[in-house]
C-alpha cells in the first residue's frame, strides 16, 4: 500500500504543476486578450488544450491507481472528483496528501475564475462589435441613424461588405 500511495502522491504532485501552468497560461491569455495579439492567443489555445489533455490522463492514471489497489471509486475522468478521491486514501496516508489537495483545489478555483473573465470579456468584445456593426449597418431601425438610412451618400446603392443575411 506504501508503493501505492507514493505514486498516488507523485501524480498529485504532477497534477498540481499542471494546474500552475494552466493558470499562467489563463494569465497570459488575460494579457494578449487586452492587446489584441491573435497570434499569441492561438498559441496559447493550443498550450492550453495541451495542458487539459494531460490533466485529465492524470485523472485516468489516479482512477487506475485506485482500481489496482482495490479501492472502489465510481469515477471516470468527467466525473473526477478530487475531495473524493481524497476521502477514498486510507486514514493514515492522508496527512501526506492534504496539502497538495488543497493546493490543486485553490488552483482548480483560480483556473476557472481566470477563464470565466476571459470568456466574459469575449463576450462583451463581441457584443460591442456586435452593437457598433449593427449602428453602422442601420440592422433593425427603420429610417436609418444618419441621414436617414444613407451615410455613404450613394442613394440606393448597397454596401455588400455591411450586407447581413439570415
Request: some cysteine; proline content about 1%.
Amino acid at each position: 500500500m506504501d508503493e501505492t500511495m507514493e505514486v498516488l502522491k507523485g501524480l498529485f504532485h504532477e497534477k498540481m504543476l499542471l494546474y500552475q501552468e494552466l493558470v499562467a497560461c489563463l494569465k497570459r491569455e488575460h494579457r494578449a486578450l487586452f492587446s489584441i495579439d491573435v497570434d499569441t492567443l492561438w498559441k496559447i489555445a493550443e498550450e492550453k488544450e495541451s495542458v487539459v489533455s494531460e490533466i485529465e490522463g492524470i485523472r485516468g492514471r489516479i482512477l487506475s491507481v485506485l482500481s489496482e489497489a482495490s479501492i472502489v471509486h465510481g469515477m471516470d475522468t468527467f466525473s473526477f472528483d478530487l475531495m473524493r478521491v481524497y476521502s477514498l486514501i486510507p486514514g493514515i496516508y492522508r496527512g501526506s496528501f492534504k496539502n497538495v489537495c488543497l493546493s490543486i483545489a485553490r488552483l482548480g478555483n483560480e483556473a476557472r475564475t481566470h477563464s470565466r473573465e476571459n470568456r466574459l470579456f469575449i463576450e462583451e468584445c463581441l457584443g460591442f462589435l456586435d452593437d457598433l456593426i449593427a449602428v453602422i449597418a442601420d440592422t433593425g431601425r427603420p429610417g436609418g441613424v444618419y441621414d436617414n438610412g444613407d451615410f455613404s451618400g450613394n442613394k440606393g446603392q448597397v454596401n455588400l461588405l455591411l450586407h447581413r443575411e439570415v
